[in-house]
């Protein structure tokens, strides 16, 4: 089957950090753009991060310089890290596949709650 | 940036009936335009891409029209499981993804 499925998600403190990952089956993360989406509870969805089969990655404003998208080919998995947590950073995160330029694979989602 | 913007905000139909669903954009995009649908407690699925292209497995009720800046979303024949939140999405190399804020159809 070709999915994916994000884990790593979980409560921390504001200014902590979370590595989010999403492995891959059925299909490689090397030969595929990959790309994080989030929702805040009761919200829209926001995208968050890119990273082509290139290597190029693009980041949300409401992101750059505290996330950072990643891939490790022999774990066939995306990660994204994400630092510097805020209040406003709690979401579902959904790993999906872009297919050019569309989403045509999605995890469940892990959620990030981010609370003192 | 591309802004989407979608309405209405709430659509609430009767099953059988049809649901027209706009979705507007700022500045052409081509055809380069999405259309998921969202029931509560999933993830999205992949509806329509290319405006108009339906994705695997998805039934004939659902079409997608428009070009530039404006487009349609169609469901004839609203069925239980159709009842759910559709957004639309645009994409761009180095911008990345916009999402449209969405619209729900819920039973009238």
């Known amino acids: 089957d070709v999915q994916v499925v994000e884990s790593g998600g979980g409560l921390v403190q504001p200014g902590g950090s979370l590595r989010l990952s999403c492995a891959a089956s059925?299909?490689?993360?090397?030969?595929?753009?990959m790309n994080w989406v989030r929702q805040a509870p009761g919200k829209g969805l926001e995208w968050v991060s890119i990273?082509?089969?290139?290597?190029?990655?693009y980041y949300a404003d409401s992101v750059k310089g505290r996330f950072t998208i990643s891939r490790d080919y022999s774990k066939n998995t995306v990660y994204l890290q994400t630092n510097s947590l805020r209040a406003e950073d709690t979401a579902v995160y959904f790993c999906?596949?872009?297919?050019?330029?569309?989403?045509?694979?999605w995890g469940k989602g892990t959620t990030v709650t981010v609370s003192s | 940036d591309i802004v989407l913007t979608q309405s209405p905000g709430t659509l609430s139909l009767s099953p059988g009936e049809r649901a027209t669903l706009s979705c507007r954009a700022s500045?052409?995009?081509?055809?380069?335009l999405a259309w998921y649908q969202q029931k509560p407690g999933q993830a999205p699925r992949l509806l329509i891409y290319?405006?108009?292209s339906r994705a695997a497995g998805i039934p004939d009720r659902f079409s997608g029209s428009g070009s530039e800046t404006d487009f349609t979303l169609t469901i004839n024949r609203l069925e239980p499981e159709d009842f759910a939140v559709y957004y639309c999405?645009?994409?761009?190399?180095?911008?990345?993804?916009?999402f449209g804020p969405g619209t729900k159809v819920d039973i009238k």
């Open positions: 500045q052409s995009v081509s055809s380069n």
């Open positions: 059925g299909f490689t993360v090397s030969s595929n753009d």
């Open positions: 990273i082509y089969k290139g290597g190029d990655t």
């Open positions: 290319d405006a108009s």
């Open positions: 999906a596949r872009v297919h050019y330029g569309y989403l045509d694979i």
């Open positions: 999405q645009q994409y761009g190399r180095s911008s990345g993804l916009t």
